[in-house]
């Protein structure tokens, strides 16, 4: 069956994870309903060449992030996993403490709540008590936490190495299969 896969880009640098993952789900029968934050739509114009509307164009469903009332605020409607990517400390904190102030961290609570796949590519550097609290507190309730953190034993050459690297782990998590990076098989 089509996977039908929720995903976040919220006001964290790093949208263009989030649109990479876009891009890639594109070449998948997988079907994708998209939440852009407010601040991610910022963080789009400053660090990319996209405009917040083509990155919408990328998905087969959007939603805007005020809309409490759209399907993916209710359990009712069957979905598999929810990505937020990247997912800001304000977000990671919505979500580790149920609070659902917007159609992002609702989307997350009732993936939650139903028990289904959640994944958080949280960024921010450094970390405090805080932030690695709500990390381990999400962790522990079956969240994928897994910052965007580069590798180098694939010997990245430019920065769309660096984020095909992480997005192809993203997809890895979704049992997506994808040849976005240079997997080590010494
Ligand atoms: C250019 C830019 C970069 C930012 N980078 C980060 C970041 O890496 N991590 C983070 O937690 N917040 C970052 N922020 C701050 C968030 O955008 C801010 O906390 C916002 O309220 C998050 O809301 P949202 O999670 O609903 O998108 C950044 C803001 C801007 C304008």
């Known amino acids: 069956m089509t996977q039908r896969i929720i995903i976040g880009i919220s006001g964290a640098t790093g949208p263009i994870y989030g649109i990479r993952l876009l891009e890639a789900l594109q070449h998948t029968p997988v079907e994708t309903h998209l939440i852009v934050s407010e601040w991610a739509e910022k963080t789009i114009q400053i660090e990319t060449d996209y405009k917040p ?10 939603y805007p992030s005020g809309n409490q009332a759209a399907r993916i605020s209710s359990g009712s409607f069957v979905t598999d996993a ?3 990517v990247p997912c800001s400390m304000k977000t990671l904190s919505s979500v580790a403490h149920g609070f659902a102030d917007n159609l992002i961290a609702r989307a ?5 709540k139903e028990r289904r796949k959640l994944l958080l590519i949280p960024r921010e550097t450094p970390l405090h008590e805080i932030h690695l609290e709500n990390m381990l507190r ?4 079956g969240v994928t936490v897994m910052p965007p953190m580069p590798a ?8 769309d190495d660096m984020v095909n690297h992480t997005v192809s782990r993203i997809l890895d998590q979704l049992h997506i299969e994808n040849d976005l990076t240079k997997r080590w098989l010494e």
């Open 53 to 62: 509307s083509d990155v919408k164009k990328l998905a087969d469903y959007v």
């Open 152 to 159: 180098f034993y694939n010997n990245p050459e430019t920065i």
């Open 108 to 112: 997350a609570d009732v993936i939650l």
């Open 138 to 141: 999400l962790s522990r309730m």
């Open 82 to 84: 929810m990505v937020i």
